[in-house]
């Protein structure tokens, strides 16, 4: 149950513990030759509710895991003690659980991936990357998104949403690279003075943060490798964690990490950051885009 930790000694995280513990509860349970209907009946679950636990998608009962352990033969103490150690941390409180009342649950899982996440690689479409959007940009984007038009609400998640950009200035940050169509950057979302705003904050993240990469994929550019529209690729410190690529929806999410769907996206994006101008060309083309305001 081991793996990289960050250097700046803070911890996995919930959402990484639990798919770290799921998978070493998976593993014992192979070893074991039990299959998961074996496995969940000692401890009085389903096959889908084991299946979820191993998985990393649902938080884990004490007694649950002490169960399943005796089950598949670890009855060394000091072994169990770190398993359940695992088990408190996996069940952590998120600092976004406050947001729940503004945020799916399928949206949580993707707050914790990202929190997790060593590399993030993106392509937008319609919108600036959330977590390089201004508060006022975000103001005018979030209310366009299903089930938020209470202002209240709106303010909430717009905090929210300034609250993740925390990542990419904490201690040993994640890497982000993303690839933003032109037409994502000339559509005056929130009016013409909010857009501007919004490109001179990413010519000055461009210019200041080493850890940020931002490609334009110019309007000229025609056809291009991603048609079918945006998309996430996260990897992270984990060696046991394999990448994900999240695609959203307008009210779910798909979370993919399949050998197979993994080299597919990672195809796309590599061949988006050929196919988009040079970084180099990055801050030209934004200070173009401003003058043409």
């Known amino acids: 149950m081991g793996g990289t930790r960050r250097q700046d000694g803070v911890g996995d995280g919930p959402t990484a513990m639990r798919i770290l513990l799921g998978a070493h509860l998976r593993r014992l349970r192979e070893?074991?030759?039990?299959?998961?209907?074996?496995?969940?009946?000692?401890?009085?679950?389903?096959?889908?509710?084991?299946?979820?636990?191993?998985?990393?998608?649902?938080?884990?009962?004490?007694?649950?895991?002490?169960?399943?352990?005796?089950?598949?033969?670890?009855?060394?103490?000091?072994?169990?003690?770190?398993?359940?150690?695992?088990?408190?941390?996996?069940?952590?409180?998120?600092?976004?659980?406050?947001?729940?009342?503004?945020?799916?649950?399928?949206?949580?899982?993707?707050?914790?991936?990202?929190?997790?996440?060593?590399?993030?690689?993106?392509?937008?479409?319609?919108?600036?990357?959330?977590?390089?959007?201004?508060?006022?940009?975000?103001?005018?984007?979030?209310?366009?998104?299903?089930?938020?038009?209470?202002?209240?609400?709106?303010?909430?998640?717009?905090?929210?949403?300034?609250?993740?950009?925390?990542?990419?200035?904490?201690?040993?940050?994640?890497?982000?690279?993303?690839?933003v169509d032109e037409a994502a950057l000339r559509r005056p979302v929130g009016g013409r003075q909010a857009m501007r705003d919004q490109i001179e904050s990413l010519i000055g993240v461009v210019t200041k943060m080493p850890n940020v990469r931002l490609q334009v994929l110019p309007l000229d550019a025609g056809g291009h490798a991603a048609p079918g529209g945006s998309f996430t690729i996260l990897r992270f410190p984990q060696e046991e964690l394999p990448d994900v690529v999240y695609l959203e929806q307008l009210n779910s999410a798909l979370y993919l990490d399949g050998r197979d769907d993994v080299d597919f996206y990672f195809d796309v994006v590599?061949?988006?950051?050929?196919?988009?101008?040079?970084?180099?060309?990055?801050?030209?083309?934004?200070?173009?885009?401003?003058?043409?305001?």
Request: aromatic content about 8%; proline content about 7%; glycine content about 6%.
């Open 31 to 179: 070893d074991s030759g039990l299959t998961r209907a074996d496995a969940g009946e000692p401890i009085r679950s389903s096959e889908s509710k084991i299946s979820r636990m191993e998985l990393g998608r649902v938080s884990f009962k004490e007694r649950d895991v002490l169960d399943l352990l005796t089950l598949y033969g670890v009855h060394d103490d000091e072994e169990r003690g770190a398993v359940l150690a695992r088990v408190r941390e996996a069940n952590a409180p998120n600092w976004w659980n406050s947001y729940s009342d503004v945020t799916p649950n399928w949206f949580q899982r993707y707050l914790g991936l990202e929190a997790t996440a060593s590399l993030i690689r993106s392509y937008e479409v319609q919108f600036v990357p959330g977590l390089l959007q201004t508060e006022q940009y975000a103001r005018a984007v979030v209310p366009l998104g299903p089930g938020i038009t209470k202002p209240d609400e709106v303010a909430r998640k717009v905090r929210l949403r300034m609250a993740r950009q925390q990542i990419l200035t904490r201690p040993d940050p994640p890497k982000l690279w993303a690839v």
């Open 270 to 293: 590599n061949r988006l950051f050929v196919e988009a101008a040079p970084l180099q060309r990055t801050i030209p083309i934004l200070t173009g885009i401003i003058e043409d305001m």
